[in-house]
């Protein structure tokens, strides 16, 4: 038997298993496949981004007010600068821009209540949202009531114009959407196929036609004399389109909650309505919150086919800009302003319904 | 002594109103009426205003002459053609870009999926990067981008890029080499059927025997070498029966070989690029969703680790892929319409836009296109369908 007497000297850590090295060895370099990628790699992100650099930040022109003031080397900044103000808010009459400015920064006000979990108020926020602030919104925006002065809607244009389609879009989709799924979901054969007859058409034919459908074959739907705005047009084929899409994610989150649930609110003399509202519901919705905003995204995004049948939001209003003779030539700066701004909103609502996902799966798993 | 309990008596009937089965009868009544009410105004209302405008309704326009030409055509197009073999170079313009959209689409989002997982972190970063970028940008916009910013500021037909002198990039598209197939050329697709039959015949012969005898050749690597080999080999045999057409600069522009249009390679590139992006997304996820465990069991059964991507990981995930491909797949035929926006000819643009305009036939146009995309997307889901049940696991 062996008694040691001394501690054992603490052995170095094992050579190159921390350490900036070390992780470069693990993850760049692990292998001779994996080195020549990592160079192929770099080589790439060198030949893409020192033009890309050089042209958007280091040759680029920022300040200036014509053309004149652009060397050409670089990006031409100052186009976009001095278009801002049509890019954001189209035609409206500059000395009524507040009134846009209010509309969005109360919307963003009530959407970051919402958004995060902590702040109380929840419900109360969500009805004020759905119910009082477009009512606000609508009378802001066009104005004529209260001494405003009253806005055509073909001087709406820009990202004004993109947020007002997607969020009206979505928010009016949203309860045709709920009924939709119910229905799909329903025992009644009739209301059955009806639903799905409904979500499969919309669903199965390009946003493009349905644009198209609105702006020439509404017209003839309605009574002789009867017209409408054609920003009103647009929005109802947006609406219809996007209410099959969230039917379809409803009915995901229906599927989600166990049959029990509904049994026991059965088994407690609940009604249909009773059962939905109360028990069904709440608890889907909830977990459908991250297929929303995806749907969401999807539909920021496809708010620019609208240009195709002659309102200006955002592309379009850069489109118009670009044919602008003082400033021919100044595509690529505007179609990466137009992609910059596309991009920060959806990429951040991704974000938010990546956390969300996460958030509800840690949730579930317990 | 105990009392017995009270027989409860019937009450009487309850209401209708409170028999479910006659409330939901009622209820599906009412949806019907309120929907034929609903139809009938808009019909009524249609044929007034029809009636105002002077327009007649039915399908006679399809054979009036169209009189407009198309700048790129799969079949014999003139302007003296009708609307109807209009609507059919739309329909095969559309089916074009969608096809070969669909093949570069899954190649480059299969390829940046499996990227986005690679052990090497640059890489994964790359394709993260990829991902991110071209998903949250509209897909009118990368059109836009790749048809304005990039093809339309190419340099003009003299000036064009050339690469080793037979293809030729300029402003005006895509300039291609045509092959011209002589006499004695019929026996290399003849070679190649030969080919294909005899791999399948191969593979199924290999399948047997492995279940019978445990043992197994590459019947992969041998089918390759057949398919590609055959026909090479009946190439060499008969002398190379092909000449190549190479575009040539007269005058303004470039004749003879393959002109692929700007519209063509723009609309094709963003669809492509777009949806590659949502497809790498979907097989990194389907990739992710296996269990670890599925790998370890196989790689504790000491299968080598192709085998293990083969046998057991890429069939599972294939059926997490399969569904949210399919949506991608429908999506990118739809997006196609968006060719209208810049002028390549596909359905939407010649008919619902030109054909259209020319006519004033509202209606019947934008219910035959409406009816042609919900046609592809019937038989688009039914065939992944039927896929997806082939590949999907069998429970109980």
Redesign the interface.
């Known amino acids: 038997m062996t008694i040691r007497e001394k501690m054992i000297e603490a052995r170095p850590a094992p050579g190159l298993s921390i350490g900036p090295l070390a992780w470069l060895r693990a993850?760049?370099f692990?292998g001779p496949v994996?080195s020549v990628?990592?160079l192929l790699?770099?080589y790439?992100?060198y030949v893409l981004l020192t033009p890309t650099i050089q042209w958007a930040f280091i040759n680029a022109d920022w300040i200036g007010t014509s053309r004149d003031d652009c060397s050409r080397e670089g990006a031409c900044w100052v186009f976009v600068n001095a278009r801002l103000t049509q890019f954001i808010y189209g035609l409206y009459p500059r000395d009524e821009l507040w009134r846009v400015n209010l509309v969005f920064a109360s919307f963003a006000v009530l959407i970051a209540w919402l958004a995060i979990p902590r702040l109380p108020f929840k419900r109360w926020i969500a009805v004020v949202t759905l119910l009082v602030f477009p009512v606000v919104a609508y009378v802001l925006l066009y104005g004529g009531y209260f001494g405003l002065r009253l806005v055509e809607t073909h001087r709406w244009g820009g990202l004004m114009l993109t947020l007002i389609l997607a969020v009206v879009g979505m928010v009016a989709a949203l309860p045709i959407g709920i009924l939709l799924a119910l229905g799909r979901r329903s025992?009644?054969?009739?209301?059955k196929s009806?639903s799905v007859v409904f979500i499969e058409?919309w669903?199965?034919?390009?946003?493009?036609?349905i644009l198209?459908?609105a702006s020439?074959?509404l017209?003839?739907?309605?009574?002789?004399g009867v017209s409408v705005d054609r920003l009103v047009r647009a929005l109802i084929g947006i609406t219809l389109f996007q209410s099959a899409y969230m039917a379809e994610v409803i009915r995901g989150g229906l599927q989600a909650i166990p049959r029990g649930q509904e049994e026991a609110a059965a088994a407690l003399g609940m009604g249909y309505w009773q059962r939905m509202g109360l028990i069904v519901l709440p608890q889907a919705l909830k977990m459908m919150i991250p297929g929303i905003v995806n749907t969401f995204?999807s539909l920021f995004?496809?708010t620019?086919?609208v240009?195709?049948i002659g309102l200006f939001d955002l592309?379009g209003i850069v489109?118009a800009a670009?044919s602008d003779s003082r400033w021919l030539g100044f595509?690529?700066e505007g179609?990466v302003f137009?992609?910059f701004m596309?991009?920060i909103f959806?990429?951040s609502m991704?974000r938010y319904s990546q956390y969300l996902e996460k958030k509800l799966h840690t949730g579930h798993k317990k | 002594m105990p009392t017995r309990p009270e027989v409860r008596q019937a009450g009487p009937k309850p209401p209708f109103w409170r028999d479910r089965a006659k409330r939901?009868l009622i209820?599906?009544l009412l949806?019907?009426a309120a929907?034929a009410a609903f139809l009938i105004f808009?019909i009524g209302?249609?044929q007034?205003?029809?009636a105002?405008r002077g327009i007649t309704t039915g399908f006679g326009f399809l054979s009036n002459t169209a009189g407009f030409g198309i700048v790129q055509s799969l079949i014999d197009y003139s302007s003296q053609s009708t609307y109807g073999r209009t609507f059919l170079v739309g329909l095969l313009n559309t089916l074009l870009v969608s096809a070969l959209g669909v093949l570069a689409a899954t190649i480059v989002g299969f390829t940046v999926g499996i990227a986005r997982l690679?052990?090497?972190?640059?890489?994964a970063r790359?394709a993260n990067v990829y991902i991110?970028?071209f998903?949250?940008?509209?897909?009118?916009?990368?059109i836009?981008?790749w048809y304005?910013?990039v093809l339309?500021?190419l340099p003009s037909p003299r000036d064009s890029i050339s690469l080793g002198e037979a293809v030729f990039i300029n402003v005006r598209g895509l300039f291609l080499p045509e092959p011209l197939f002589e006499s004695g050329f019929g026996l290399i697709p003849l070679a190649l059927a030969l080919a294909v039959g005899a791999s399948i015949a191969l593979v199924i012969w290999n399948r047997r025997r492995h279940a019978a005898t445990g043992r197994r050749l590459p019947a992969g690597w041998m089918s390759l070498a057949l398919i590609v080999g055959l026909p090479l080999a009946g190439l060499v045999l008969t002398g190379v029966p092909v000449t190549w057409d190479v575009p040539e600069l007269r005058g303004f522009n470039f004749s003879g070989g393959i002109t692929v249009i700007p519209e063509f390679l723009a609309l094709w590139l963003a669809l492509s690029i777009y949806t590659a992006s949502f497809i790498a997304e979907i097989v990194r996820s389907g990739i992710q969703a296996i269990p670890h465990g599925q790998t370890e069991a196989a790689q504790s059964l000491s299968l080598p680790q192709g085998l293990v991507l083969r046998l057991v990981v890429i069939p599972q995930a294939l059926r997490v892929i399969i569904p949210p491909l399919t949506s991608q797949y429908l999506n990118l035929i739809?997006?196609s319409?968006?060719a209208?926006?810049i002028g390549y000819p596909d359905l939407?643009s010649v008919f619902?836009g030109t054909t259209?305009n020319q006519t004033g036939q509202?209606?019947e146009v934008?219910a035959m296109?409406?009816a042609v995309?919900?046609t592809i997307?019937?038989l688009v889901s039914t065939f992944m369908n039927w896929f997806n049940a082939r590949v999907a696991l069998v429970e109980r």
């Open positions: 993850n760049l692990s994996n990628f990592t790699g770099l790439l992100l025992e009644m054969p009739i209301v009806f058409f669903r199965g034919v390009p946003l493009i036609t198209f459908m020439v074959m017209p003839l739907f309605l009574p002789t995204i995004k496809d620019t086919l240009m195709i592309l489109q670009l595509a690529l179609y137009a992609a596309f991009w959806c990429f991704s | 939901a209820f599906q949806l019907v929907v808009i209302n249609t007034a205003n029809l105002q690679s052990p090497n972190w640059l890489i790359l991110e970028t998903r949250n940008i509209p897909l009118l916009l990368q836009f981008f304005f910013a339309r500021t739809k997006n319409s968006l209208t926006a939407v619902a259209l509202a209606i934008i296109t409406m995309y919900l997307s019937l």
